[in-house]
């Protein structure tokens, strides 16, 4: 069983940055990554990095503008957010399981309470 806390999250301008954080209560072989819910939106996936290669994979609409990291020793992953939009508006959640390399029918068992982010314009 793995427990995930976000963090990080906030309101923000247009164009600005986030760092999101999630920790893991226990060191695993999981792929983790990151999804999003905006109001009255299903929840979509954002981005993904496995544990073994450090490979990483980007919904096209943030790709360029975030970048996903880990620190396995920590047991953490990161969603660094620049450019943001108003788009980007939702609850963002972190999420972990196993991962066969297909992001958009990636269906992980393993969620966080969600943190939300909030760009004005």
């Known amino acids: 069983q793995v427990q995930l806390v976000e963090s990080g999250g906030g309101l923000v301008q247009a164009g600005g940055s986030l760092r999101l954080s999630c920790a893991a209560s226990a060191h695993s072989r999981y792929t983790m990554g990151w999804f999003r819910q905006a109001p009255g939106k299903e929840r979509e996936f954002v981005a993904a990095i496995r544990w073994s290669t450090g490979n990483t994979y980007y919904a096209d609409s943030v790709k360029v503008r975030f970048t996903i990291s880990r620190d396995n020793a920590k047991n953490t992953v990161y969603l660094q957010m620049n450019s943001l939009k108003p788009e980007d508006t939702a609850v963002y959640y972190c999420?972990?399981?196993?991962?066969?390399?297909?992001?958009?029918?990636?269906?992980?068992?393993?969620w966080g309470q969600g943190t939300q982010v909030t760009v004005s314009s």
């Open positions: 999420a972990a399981d196993r991962f066969y390399g297909v992001p958009m029918t990636w269906a992980p068992g393993y």
